[in-house]
Structure formats: C-alpha cells, structure tokens
C-alpha cells in the first residue's frame, strides 16, 4: 500500500507512470469501482439525477479510447495498469474539486477559487497526459493531444445525451 502512495504521488508530481503500477485486475476494478462510487456520491450531492450515466459514459469512452489506442501502438499488455492509474488520478482529483466546490458560492465572485480550480484543471490534463505518454511510448504533447480530445468528446458526449436532463 505504501509503495501504490508513493507511485500515485510520483504520478502527480509527473515523475512516474502506469508502469509503476502493479498489473493487477483486482486493483483496476477496485479503484475504477471507487472512482464511479465517488461520481455518484458527488454527483447525489450536487443533485445530478444523471451522474450514473454521465459517469459510466465518460469511464466507457476513456477505455475505448485506451484499448484503441494501446491496441494501435501494439501494447494491450499496458491496459491494466493504465486504466488503474487514471482512475486513481481521477480519484484524487475528484476529491480536490470536490472540495473547492463546497467552497464555491454563486453569488460571490470568488476569483481566488476561479484560478485555483483552473490550476487543478490544468495540472489534471497534464497528469493524464503524463499517463498517456508512458503507456504509449510517445512524446507529452501527444500526450497533452489525447486527453484534450478524450475530454472534449466526453463532454460532447454527455451535453448530447443529457443536455437539458439535469
């Protein structure tokens, strides 16, 4: 447990990658099991009565887009841990906009918290595409490329499907 710490902090600091993961299915369906959990639990208590389907559509989508990808560049062996790291990424990040958003106040512009979750936005790109460029042998700005498009297409995705709905 303290060595998947330290490879998810390094991960963060964008100083590993998946690979410093174990390959385990256990450990991808635990943190992929955790990560749609607290989707749900943040999306109930934003009262989003679709954050189940939101959320299943967006995870669908990042492994489609990962075994596509890794099946491209000839490396299905690195999924496991892929789609670990970037659930376990996705946990941390969740949990830090999570908590800027219960300090969000609509009525008060807060442009302190503006650039702090925009900062987290960012360094979440970056993470990602960190992740993207370990388990596909390619270079960051590829990197950068994937995660830009897979969160555009996700966002298109559930503004078509649920626009309106929420």
Avoid: C
Avoid at 2 to 15: G, K
Avoid at 136 to 157: E, N
Wanted: charged share 10%; net charge neutral.
């Amino acid at each position: 447990m303290n060595s998947f710490l330290i490879n998810l902090a390094n991960m963060l600091r964008l100083r590993g990658g998946p690979q410093d993961f174990p390959g385990s299915w256990r450990l991808t369906i635990l943190l992929v099991a955790a990560y749609l959990i607290q989707n749900l639990i943040t999306g109930s208590q934003l009262e989003d009565s679709n954050a189940a389907a939101k959320s299943l559509l967006a995870i669908s989508l990042q492994v489609t887009v990962l075994i596509g990808l890794l099946n491209w560049r000839r490396h299905p062996e690195r999924f496991s841990q892929t789609l670990s790291a970037l659930a376990a990424v996705g946990i941390v990040f969740n949990l830090i906009t999570w908590a800027l958003l219960t300090q969000s106040d609509p009525a008060t512009n807060q442009p302190t918290l503006l650039m702090v979750w925009f900062s987290v936005f960012i360094w979440s790109l970056l993470v990602d595409a960190n992740i993207y460029r370990h388990a596909l042998s390619v270079a960051l700005s590829t990197g950068v490329l994937i995660s830009v498009l897979t969160l555009a297409v996700s966002y298109m995705l559930i503004e078509m499907f649920f626009l309106g709905s929420s």
